[in-house]
């Protein structure tokens, strides 16, 4: 029979015994200076050694003077830039507006793809057809149909505008690109979640809107952007339409005047554009794979 006292010998007010000791983590090892800057004098001296020889070797061409005046001439990308830039001020409203359409349209397919059920089936079966007769096209060759096809039709209550059925053509193309995407993101998803969130009591669509879509959004965010980028360069296609973007202003500029600089004013204006995309891109492609890395550990 226990008589409710501590055993003889175990001191009940003595202090709990601490754990066992987690190691530390090692210290971190102090480089010379030599190891420090080494690798990077050397990374700036290769890129230089590089770069020069591919200057120097095109500089030393035989035809690079004539070559410099028809498309480096400071002179004519000076008169040629406004006009450039007032068309490349399209490309960023089309590019913006498509933008805006594709994504929404994308996911739209997306969810059609992801539903359940023989009721939707008819949803699943359109989105597989849209997906691989729009994905397997080329933009150009959607643009062109759609920029002179679909106007000729006098299609009562649409426009005839070529702009409008350009950018529709892009968006149409794009948005198949990133209903994949969007699926992808989906199914990245555990089935826990929708199991858990089902357990809950919420319905199908709910599931999806809570639980899932805002997981998938994220994981595909990165993939997102650089469809971003490049729907920004493909902008430039709307020009075989005779739409007067950055492009097709410097075709009349060189038109007239027998001179390419102003084709080198529209690259530069869309790198401008591109380029701080892509660095946006690479930083939060790093920021997720870094949060991918916390979480597993």
Request: aromatic share 10%; with cysteine.
């Amino acid at each position: 029979m226990s008589s409710g006292l501590p055993p003889q010998g175990i001191d009940t007010d003595a202090a709990p015994q601490p754990g066992p000791r987690r190691p530390l983590p090692p210290a971190k090892k102090k480089l010379r200076a030599r190891d420090r800057y080494l690798p990077a004098i050397i990374s700036i001296v290769m890129v230089a050694v590089v770069f020069g020889a591919i200057a120097y070797a095109v500089t030393s061409a035989e035809q690079w003077p004539r070559i410099a005046r028809q498309f480096f001439d400071l002179n004519a990308m000076a008169v040629s830039f406004p006009q450039v830039l007032r068309g490349f001020w399209l490309n960023l409203q089309v590019w913006v507006i498509c933008l805006f359409a594709i994504m929404a349209w994308g996911l739209v397919l997306a969810l059609f793809r992801s539903l359940t059920g023989p009721w939707f089936a008819p949803l699943r079966v359109f989105t597989v057809v849209y997906i691989d007769l729009f994905r397997g096209l080329p933009v150009l060759l959607l643009v062109l149909i759609f920029g002179f096809g679909i106007p000729a039709l006098n299609l009562p209550g649409l426009p005839n505008s070529a702009l409008f059925w350009g950018a529709t053509a892009m968006v149409v193309s794009y948005a198949a690109y990133s209903a994949e995407i969007y699926r992808s993101g989906i199914e990245a998803v555990h089935d826990g979640q929708g199991a858990a969130a089902r357990a809950l009591g919420l319905s199908q669509w709910q599931t999806m809107r809570y639980a899932i879509l805002p997981q998938a959004i994220r994981n595909v965010m990165p993939v997102l952007l650089n469809l971003a980028v490049a729907l920004q360069k493909d902008v430039a296609l709307l020009s075989v339409i005779g739409v007067r973007d950055a492009v097709r202003e410097a075709q009349i500029y060189t038109a007239q005047t027998f001179n390419y600089s102003s084709l080198i004013a529209a690259a530069l204006l869309f790198l401008v554009a591109t380029i701080p995309m892509a660095r946006l891109t690479d930083y939060l492609t790093k920021r997720d794979r870094q949060r991918r890395l916390q979480g597993a550990s």
